[in-house]
């Protein structure tokens, strides 16, 4: 980690010890040194297709079967894929902070669950669970292989992933939870997220302006929008800087993935 981050570390964990409450808002980048593709880095193609075209009710009702392929493809992956050092690093601050944390997810890959982060609002669903649309049937389908057009067990209609495409609505109580934790932090981190999808990343500003004037950090590889609302900037992979800081704190990380 550069020297110039040190300084910036010390005054992280300074803010972290005296922080009441906790709120942090996680995107792809949480998951990259887990070897789960982020979205932006690559040109946001995936087969040639635009993810906002991928990722909609419209891109799945024109062709289901390419979008079931894009959600069966990384399934797939998230079969070989496990919990980094971050993720760890984000169960333990709750851990420490029970009660006091909250941690609201745009990824839909699972990796906080299975790191132990309860406290956890999935803003864009989950992509082990499926929905089916007639009779609203939701089924947690783990990551295994499923048909080509996977159907409801209980009605026989076209099932879909549970997840949020772009230009639909987020589940309601999910997003009023979100605010909430928002509205009430003194302290906001945004990790690994390029905070260009609304409205998850208008929990940062929400944050920046709550009553207890949360400060902000950004943990991320790059610049990205959030930096201007950011207080600190820690740039690094959160993988490594997660658990520096929770190594500031005292705090010693359970790094063993539960199989
Ligand atoms: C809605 C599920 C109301 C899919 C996702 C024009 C302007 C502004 C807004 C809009 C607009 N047109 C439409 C909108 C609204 C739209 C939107 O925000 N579009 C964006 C693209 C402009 N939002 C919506 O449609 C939302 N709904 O608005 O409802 C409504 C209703 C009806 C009609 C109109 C409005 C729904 C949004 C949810 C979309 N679903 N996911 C799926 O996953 O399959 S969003 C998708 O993007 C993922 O969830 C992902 O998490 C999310 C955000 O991306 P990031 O997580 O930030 O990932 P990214 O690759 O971008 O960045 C990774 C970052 O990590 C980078 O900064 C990188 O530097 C960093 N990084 C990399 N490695 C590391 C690292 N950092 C640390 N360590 C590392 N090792
Ligand atoms: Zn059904």
Partial sequence: MSPMNQELLDQAAEWTRAADRIAVLTGAGVSAESGVPTFRASDGLWEGHRIEEVATPFGFAENPELVWNFYKLRRANLRKVRPNPGHHALAKLESEWDGRFTLITQNVDGLHRAAGNANLLELHGNIRRTRCPNCGDLRDQGLTELPALPECQLCGSMIRP?????????????????????????????????????????????AKSNSQRAKVIEVNMTETEASRQADIGLYGPSGEVLPALCERLGLTLNLVNPD
Avoid: H, K, N, R
């Fill in 162 to 206: 549970d997840i949020v495409w772009f230009g639909e609505m987020l589940d309601p109580e999910v997003w009023t939870s979100a605010e909430e934790a928002a509205d009430q932090c003194d302290l906001f981190f945004v990790v690994g997220t390029s905070a260009v999808v609304y409205p998850a990343a208008g929990l940062i500003s929400l």
